[in-house]
């Protein structure tokens, strides 16, 4: 059995794969809501609409359970990584809340402001900026220029996920959510409100796919940790692995086999984050803090991960529950 400390770094990474392929799907339905375009401009939005339900803020569910176990089990890379990132983070915050608010006000407000509203604008705005300052994020702490002094718990940067890299993973992953969600919302059309979103599906992953391309060599210098995992090891799998089912998913759109594309596109942002964990791993924050030199005791972790354990018993089928009853039938998107 692994040690406790990485039984929790384990679910972390799930809780994020989970979290990217969940409420990343709902980012980019307001990619896609930003985007509508031409005479089905109001379909689109509507199916955007239908199709989250009241299940997107449900979804944020996994991003508090990587916050909490980061914080619990973790907590000096989790004040290393929310002081050095405290601005992207705060922002994205504020974004996930605008956003919740601004898709609730506009579905009630429609009536009284028409289908383009001020609230309409802000939930296609947060929409965008969050997943691109998350994955800015994201590039930040794989970049390595994040430090920390380990007699204070200073930082010394604070503006790394600025750079050039990291801006570019933010961009990656918002191609990436949009490419998901497009995927999703064939499986919730029918006729030419479904061309229209495989159009956008194939259109998202040629961008995601010029973004990766740069962003992947881009990691020799920029990311050395990670380049050196990719490039050895199971990384040397894991890459083919993402490209090929990358390749299955765009492949499956083309050809209208929707549900083999969703299966696909899961499976590679579950590549692409399980391989990232697996690269820098034993990595929390590159080169300063590790899974071992920042876990708390053994009984704190597993008291947490009891408590997380427990509490699934109630999530998972609530869940469950909660798609199977309400998922594409949102009560308040046909106003």
């Not at 799998?237 to 596109?265: D, M, S």
Request: charged letters at 10%; proline letters at 5%; aromatic letters at 10%.
């Amino acid at each position: 059995m692994p040690p406790l400390n990485y039984l929790a770094a384990g679910v972390i990474v799930i809780s994020l794969i989970i979290y990217a392929v969940l409420g990343g799907a709902d980012f980019g339905g307001g990619v896609w809501d930003a985007l509508a375009r031409g005479p089905r401009a109001s379909a689109q939005r509507r199916t955007v609409a239908e199709a989250m339900g009241p299940v997107w803020e449900a979804n944020h569910v996994w991003l508090i359970i990587v916050i909490v176990l980061l914080f619990v089990c973790f907590a000096p890379a989790f004040a290393a990584l929310f002081t050095a990132l405290n601005v992207p983070l705060s922002i994205a915050l504020v974004g996930i809340m605008l956003r919740g608010s601004a898709f609730v006000f506009r579905a009630h407000g429609r009536q009284a402001t028409g289908e383009v509203s001020i609230w309409g604008i802000v939930f296609s705005a947060a929409s965008i900026i969050t997943p691109v300052l998350l994955g800015s994020c994201f590039g930040a702490i794989v970049s390595g220029n994040i430090h920390v002094d380990p007699k204070t718990g200073a930082v010394n940067d604070y503006l790394a996920w600025l750079a050039p890299y990291p801006l570019l993973l933010g961009l990656l992953a918002l191609a990436i959510c949009a490419f998901l969600a497009a995927i999703y919302l064939t499986l919730e059309t029918k006729g030419d409100l479904q061309e229209d979103f495989r159009k956008r599906a194939i259109g998202a992953w040629l961008v995601s796919v010029v973004l990766a391309t740069l962003a992947l060599p881009f990691s020799a210098s920029a990311a050395p940790r990670i380049w050196a995992g990719l490039t050895s090891g199971f990384g040397l799998a894991l890459v083919p692995a993402a490209v090929i089912i990358g390749a299955v998913a765009v492949i499956a759109v083309w050809q209208r086999r929707y549900q083999v594309a969703r299966i696909a596109g899961i499976a590679q942002v579950a590549l692409i984050i399980g391989g990232w964990a697996l690269a820098q791993s034993p990595y929390l924050l590159y080169p300063d803090i590790t899974i071992d030199n920042s876990a708390s005791a053994n009984a704190i972790i597993l008291a947490m991960l009891i408590a997380l354990a427990v509490g699934a018993i109630v999530l998972l089928p609530s869940m469950w529950l909660l798609y199977s009853l309400f998922k594409g039938h949102n009560p308040t998107a046909s106003r």
